[in-house]
């Protein structure tokens, strides 16, 4: 498949297009900078923490970052809007292939984490994870995939390094024939 000139597989179209629906919170069609704000403030309240705590300003100061990368990359008009295509194009055209990407997707995933982690433990149980996956947009069914496909060593938990291990596949396809969470082969 070629959006706007760059390959991409089915399996990255369809994540890549399934990842800007989730972060297109106001579903305009447009990811914008309110929408990242949107989105860390609903993990917030599904994390149940203070909006004014350190984890809370952590996250949204993450996914600012992430958006200035977003835009760095994929914003071609200027418009401070990232359409569909805009987005697909910048990842298949190597936004991800940047160190800039991976250091904002990395930070993001870590102060994620960390609110996800109530008790600070480096671990998240299953049904917590499904529980804030669902509180963050996620039908039923998809959160438990989700979280199930992350415990890549079957312990019931979720580590900090399987969280951002599944967050990095995902983005970077490494193995394009993998099922991986929130979608892919099906």
Sequence with gaps: MTSG?????DNAAFRYGRTFDLFDANHNGVIEADDLAALASGVVLAGKI???SVKSQALHAAYQR?????????DIDSDGGV????????????????PLF???????VAAEFAVIDTDDDGRID?????????N???????????AADMDTDGDG??????????????????DPETKTFLGGLH
Excluded: K
């Design 83 to 98: 359409t569909r295509e805009e987005f697909i194009d910048a990842l298949a055209g190597g936004m991800s292939a940047g």
């Design 126 to 134: 299953l049904a917590e994870l499904q529980t804030f996956l669902e």
């Design 5 to 9: 000139g760059a390959h991409v597989s």
């Design 102 to 108: 991976t250091e904002s997707i990395a930070d993001a």
């Design 136 to 146: 963050v947009g996620l039908d039923p069914e998809e959160a438990r995939q989700a």
């Design 157 to 174: 938990t979720i580590s900090r390094e399987e969280y951002q291990r599944a967050w990095l596949n995902y983005y970077f396809e490494i």
């Design 66 to 74: 992430f958006w200035d990368v977003v835009t760095h990359y994929a």
């Design 50 to 52: 203070p909006a004014e």
